[in-house]
């Protein structure tokens, strides 16, 4: 179990527990900041957290049971696992936040999707293996999109827009400014290479909250704006429920 299930982190941080993880074996949530998030704040003694080194690629790291971790400072962006022992997990500063869980197969998966990320369609890559490594079936996933920055602050030059594009197809998640600028919203993109691959609408939850806009969260474009050296990250975290009803 997550540590933090039905408890308060003591370091000011709240916890976003999506509803569509609600009454099904899958404990998934994210946080509105991780600045000083310890292991421990996560994790309890049965249950070691795992976290890639994210670079923005496409790598997806699967975890089958009886399998070892990775080495430390293993590159991807993505973890797939059907291990009831450990917890996965992402941080994202802007970038999309992901939790996928198959109700039926019993696997997880925790995405960090930034638009390069989203441009090679990591998410359409995590579901393929899904649906290739564990024999899921798009009817039994559930995803959750969490906090990041949105459509209505993300403006973007031709080129990302072109390269998500590729990936996500056309679609609602492009805006023009009466500026003329182009805005886009990523986790809209990773909606649709969901719903193209198949997974059911009502089974997508997309936080509402940008992250660029409410100051609780780190946003890497803001700290810029600011000229802040360094910025902090939310976290996302999964892993199976112990008593077969999430959080």
């Known amino acids: ?57 496409d790598v997806v790291v699967v975890l089958r049971k ?15 696992t059907d291990r009831d022992d450990i917890i996965t997990g992402v941080q994202s500063a802007d970038c999309v936040p992901i939790l996928v869980f198959d109700r039926k197969r019993r696997v997880t998966g925790s995405i960090h999707a930034g638009w390069r990320g989203t441009a090679k369609g990591i998410l359409s890559n995590v579901l393929r293996q899904f649906f290739s490594e564990f024999k899921s079936d798009a009817a039994d996933v559930l995803i959750a999109i969490g906090p990041s920055i949105r459509g209505c602050c993300y403006e973007v030059g031709e080129e990302v827009i072109s390269a998500v594009i ?42 509402p909250d940008c ?22 990250r939310q976290g996302a975290f999964i892993t199976f429920s112990t008593c077969g009803d999430a959080a």
């Open 166 to 207: 590729s990936a996500s197809g056309e679609g609602d998640y492009i805006y023009t400014q009466p500026t003329g600028g182009k805005h886009i919203d990523l986790s809209v993109a990773n909606k649709l290479q969901a719903l193209r691959l198949g997974v059911n609408p009502e089974n997508i939850w997309i936080s």
């Open 211 to 232: 992250t660029y806009c409410v100051s609780k969260y780190h946003s890497y474009r803001r700290a810029q704006k600011q000229n802040t050296v360094t910025t902090g």
């Open 66 to 80: 009886g399998s070892s971790l990775p080495t430390p400072g293993t590159v991807a962006d993505a973890v797939i």
């Open 1 to 57: 179990m997550l540590r933090t299930q039905n408890e308060s982190v003591n370091n000011g941080y709240d916890l976003i527990y999506p509803e569509i993880f609600r009454h099904n074996e899958a404990e998934g949530f994210f946080t509105d900041g991780s600045r000083g998030l310890k292991i421990q704040d996560v994790a309890d003694s049965s249950k070691p957290l795992y976290m890639p080194l994210q670079k923005h690629t």
